[in-house]
């Protein structure tokens, strides 16, 4: 098993596709581990995509990501990294794969309904973003 983040992010939500992505995951095989809803500060969403920070699109990706609730969420699954993403597929849905959660469910390449980790090490680091050990473990944080 191997674990993953991915984001529904608020332009899914806002729309009501929140319980629909959450059962594709499930019906692909993903465990969920952890869920919440969460509305992103600027702070946050400025320090979860800082890898960003240089490309020309990271104001509005920082505008949209608190522009509303999105639902972060640890999944587990086998080659849960690289497969989330093909079950989400291409960022721009135009070129996604027929019945990927963006083909399904986003509405542009930017409004894109979902975030997912690109790579192990990601997927670690975005995890421990949103959610302590002791979360995962189910166990409340003293």
């Keep these: 098993m191997n674990r993953t983040l991915a984001i529904i992010k608020p332009d899914a939500v806002e ?21 919440s809803m969460r509305h992103l500060t600027r702070e946050q969403a400025e320090s979860f995509y800082a890898v960003h920070s240089e490309r020309p699109f990271y104001g509005s990706l920082v505008e949209f990501m608190t522009s509303g609730p999105c639902a972060p969420m640890v999944l587990d699954g086998e080659d849960a990294v690289s497969r989330l993403r093909t079950v989400i597929g291409a960022t721009d849905p135009n070129e996604a794969e027929e019945g990927t959660v963006r083909e399904r469910f986003a509405e542009s390449k930017e409004r894109n309904a979902i975030h997912a980790s690109d790579s192990p090490e990601n997927a670690r680091r975005e995890i421990g973003f949103f959610y302590s050990e002791a979360e995962l473990l189910g166990l409340k944080a003293g």
């Design 15 to 35: 729309a009501g596709h929140l319980g629909a992505i959450i059962q594709q995951l499930e019906e692909a095989s993903f465990r969920v581990r952890a869920v």
